[in-house]
């Protein structure tokens, strides 16, 4: 979960915290994160744990947007009794976060879609150290774990920063937030593999793929490896420029 500071400043800015308030910029982010499938990470008022969910579905003139049944059961019984939540979440280099508040739930075919008012207040932090290059579909980077709770993973990433990864694993097992996959492997293209210990930051099963869908921060990258991390991130930004993708 990512805690913001007070400080704040004119939209669009770029430099520290910030608030969005324009209604047509809130919506447009809202938009981004359900067409770029990011996962959020919610916290209902009164329970300790952090859950995941995602937005399914924004509309503009009604004034609201949808979320998936939160992946905990009692975070889940709380937000239908309480009615408010927090998101946090990543947005190309940013973190964001902003307040729920529930108009309805829908319960029926036994998976919870929950009715939310569009925000009036985004908060925004640019992370300009560790921005992430989300790749393109024909760019395939293989990533793997040689023994996590005694199977072995493999799956491929979909975003990568200089600070972590996104990645889609082929396994049913959901790791818990904070836990360590030792040793593994990324072997980028035309460079040496990157070879690291990965922290589990957030983690959900995409029932609809059977896969999990992973973000993890590395954890004792060495020298050598963030120089090799950052010349292939410098070198997938030049493509991009040079290609407008």
Same mark, same amino acid.
Request: net charge positive; glycine share 10%; with cysteine.
């Given at each position: 979960?990512?805690?913001?500071?007070?400080?704040?400043?004119?939209?669009?800015? @770029?430099?520290?915290?910030?608030?969005?308030?324009?209604?047509?910029?809130?919506?447009?982010?809202?938009?981004?994160?359900?067409?770029?499938?990011?996962?959020? #990470?919610?916290?209902?008022?009164?329970?300790?744990?952090?859950?995941?969910?995602?937005?399914?579905?924004? +509309?503009?003139?009604?004034?609201?947007?949808? $979320?998936?049944?939160?992946?905990?059961?009692?975070?889940?019984?709380?937000?239908?009794?309480? @009615?408010? $939540? +927090?998101?946090?979440?990543?947005?190309?280099?940013?973190?964001?976060?902003?307040?729920?508040?529930?108009?309805?739930?829908? *319960? #029926?075919?036994?998976?919870?879609?929950?009715?939310?008012?569009?925000p009036?207040?985004?908060?925004? $932090?640019?992370?300009?150290?560790?921005?992430?290059?989300?790749?393109?579909?024909?760019? #395939?980077?293989?990533?793997?774990?040689?023994?996590?709770? !005694?199977?072995?993973?493999? !799956?491929e990433?979909?975003?990568?920063?200089?600070?972590?990864?996104g990645?889609?694993? +082929? *396994?049913?097992?959901?790791?818990?937030? !904070?836990?360590?996959?030792?040793?593994?492997?990324?072997?980028?293209?035309?460079?040496?593999?990157?070879?690291?210990?990965?922290?589990?930051?957030?983690?959900?099963?995409?029932?609809?793929?059977?896969?999990?869908?992973?973000?993890?921060?590395?954890?004792?990258?060495?020298?050598?490896?963030?120089?090799l991390?950052?010349?292939?991130?410098?070198e997938?930004?030049?493509?991009?420029? +040079?290609?407008? #993708?």
């Amino acid at each position: 979960m990512f805690f913001l500071s007070g400080r704040t400043g004119k939209e669009g800015d @770029g430099h520290g915290a910030d608030k969005l308030t324009s209604r047509a910029k809130i919506i447009a982010v809202l938009r981004q994160l359900k067409s770029e499938h990011e996962l959020l #990470s919610a916290q209902v008022n009164g329970q300790a744990a952090c859950c995941n969910t995602a937005i399914l579905g924004v +509309r503009e003139k009604e004034g609201i947007f949808f $979320l998936d049944e939160l992946s905990d059961p009692a975070s889940h019984e709380a937000f239908l009794k309480h @009615g408010k $939540l +927090r998101v946090d979440c990543r947005l190309q280099g940013m973190e964001l976060h902003f307040m729920c508040k529930l108009n309805r739930a829908d *319960t #029926s075919g036994g998976i919870a879609l929950y009715e939310v008012g569009i925000p009036k207040v985004v908060h925004r $932090l640019q992370r300009r150290q560790h921005f992430r290059v989300r790749l393109n579909p024909g760019t #395939s980077i293989a990533v793997s774990v040689p023994c996590f709770e !005694g199977e072995t993973l493999s !799956g491929e990433a979909f975003d990568l920063s200089a600070g972590g990864l996104g990645a889609f694993f +082929r *396994t049913r097992n959901i790791p818990n937030p !904070g836990q360590i996959m030792n040793d593994c492997t990324i072997p980028l293209p035309r460079y040496k593999p990157i070879k690291t210990r990965l922290e589990v930051r957030f983690a959900k099963l995409d029932g609809a793929h059977h896969r999990l869908r992973l973000g993890g921060r590395f954890v004792g990258l060495d020298r050598r490896q963030e120089r090799l991390l950052a010349q292939f991130l410098a070198e997938m930004q030049r493509k991009r420029r +040079r290609f407008g #993708s």
